[in-house]
């Protein structure tokens, strides 16, 4: 009797470690640098640079830019689609900047310098579940 319970034991001990392991590595997300090596710049088709990504939640937005030239800011669709700086969700301002995304559904990113956003430093993304 014994026996049986060690193994039992045994095996729901190895099964709780693989389980927290496998939570542990899903969390890690993928890091996607924005604009590749040229990073967060202005007339860079950012639609083109979405293309055969995917986005999960825990994955990581690093936008890479020089902080005296550029921003990033998180916003709404209107904001997006207006170029609005006045009503963004976050400022991101240090020009290393990593995102983790947190949430399911469409995110959307400007830069609010002068006129960058309309002259295409802006990015859309969808996040799948």
Known sequence: ???IRSRVSGTIILYAIFSISSLMLKSEGTEHIVGDSSGWELFTN???WTQGREFHVGDVLV???KSD???VMQVNSTAYIDCGTDNYTSLFTKGNDSIIISEVGKLWFICGVDDH?????KLSINVAP
């Not at 956003?117 to 430093?121: R, T």
């Open 46 to 48: 950012y639609t083109n």
């Open 117 to 121: 956003c309309e002259n295409g430093q």
């Open 63 to 65: 936008f890479n830019y």
């Open 69 to 71: 030239q550029h921003n």
């Open 1 to 3: 009797m014994f026996h």
